[in-house]
């Protein structure tokens, strides 16, 4: 099983294609397998990566090291790993505040962020929606009825059993959630100044976590950041409209005016 060290964590990783990396980044309700609908299109054109975040999955870190502001340098950790110079990161729910922190400690070797249903871990401007209330725990196990669009399991059920088996490999959901407001992990418009990188925010229109508008608001605070709202779909559009999913984040990468680099 291919293993990294990142500042007292062990991160586990995967890599399939070849071309430009793109880093798939999971949220708290998956692991790297959670982007099984993705990796092998991604393939076809990209160097694609995925990995477990500390204290998910397959990787492992003590407790007090599952702190969300070291996800960025981990990203750099398993981008240095692999030789990889420069990436596009596409970050879903809590991956989205990795992927601004490399974007923002290191924005050379970042090439695009794509946010998908994620604030990014920027606070909504003044007099906006401010981030969805906690929700109940325990998480794991039940995510399906929370996350995904209210009539995903009668549609699917297959697919809401194994998102829901899938959040049951993370022991650390809800030590994670509770980290993720905290004021070292957000990012505030002084932080934003000079930024550059090519940004694409997805919104599903059916998220209650982080909702359309919330995340709208939050795109206007940053620099030239396009936005776009996917229909059909709660917090996970990677696994509810792959297809969907795919074409966007897809085109937006390819139409970025100096491509992805490797």
């Known amino acids: 099983m291919p293993t990294i060290r990142s500042d007292r964590a062990e991160l586990y990783y995967d890599v399939a294609g070849e071309g430009?990396?793109?880093?798939?980044?999971?949220?708290?309700?998956?692991?790297?397998?959670?982007?099984?609908?993705?990796?092998?299109?991604?393939?076809?054109?990209?160097?694609?990566?995925?990995?477990?975040?500390?204290?998910?999955?397959?990787?492992?870190?003590?407790?007090?090291?599952?702190?969300?502001?070291?996800?960025?340098?981990?990203?750099?950790?398993?981008?240095?790993?692999?030789?990889?110079?420069?990436?596009?990161?596409?970050?879903?729910?809590?991956?989205?505040?990795?992927?601004?922190?490399?974007?923002?400690?290191?924005?050379?070797?970042?090439?695009?962020?794509?946010?998908?249903?994620?604030s990014g871990g920027l606070a909504p401007p003044a007099g906006s929606d401010g981030p969805p209330e906690p929700n109940p725990a325990p998480l794991a196990g039940r995510l399906s009825g929370l996350a995904l669009a209210p009539d995903y399991a009668a549609r699917n059920p297959a697919g809401a059993w194994l998102f829901d088996q899938i959040s049951l490999m993370n022991d650390n959901i809800e030590r994670l959630a509770g980290r993720l407001g905290e004021p070292a992990n957000i990012i505030g418009p002084e932080n934003l100044r000079g930024y550059a990188t090519p940004t694409l925010i997805v919104a599903p229109a059916l998220d209650t976590f982080f909702p359309p508008a919330m995340l709208r608001n939050i795109g206007a605070t940053i620099p030239g950041a396009q936005f776009v709202e996917l229909p059909g779909s709660g917090h996970a559009p990677y696994w509810e409209v792959p297809e969907a999913f795919n074409d966007v984040v897809l085109g937006f990468l390819a139409d970025l005016p100096n491509g992805v680099s490797s």
């Open 20 to 118: 430009p990396a793109v880093v798939l980044a999971h949220g708290a309700e998956g692991n790297a397998l959670s982007w099984f609908q993705q990796v092998p299109v991604v393939a076809q054109t990209y160097r694609s990566v995925v990995f477990d975040h500390r204290g998910f999955g397959r990787s492992t870190c003590a407790p007090a090291d599952l702190q969300p502001g070291k996800f960025g340098a981990d990203i750099l950790a398993v981008m240095d790993a692999l030789g990889i110079e420069q990436a596009a990161i596409v970050g879903q729910s809590m991956a989205g505040w990795g992927a601004m922190q490399a974007a923002l400690a290191a924005p050379d070797r970042v090439s695009a962020v794509v946010l998908v249903a994620t």
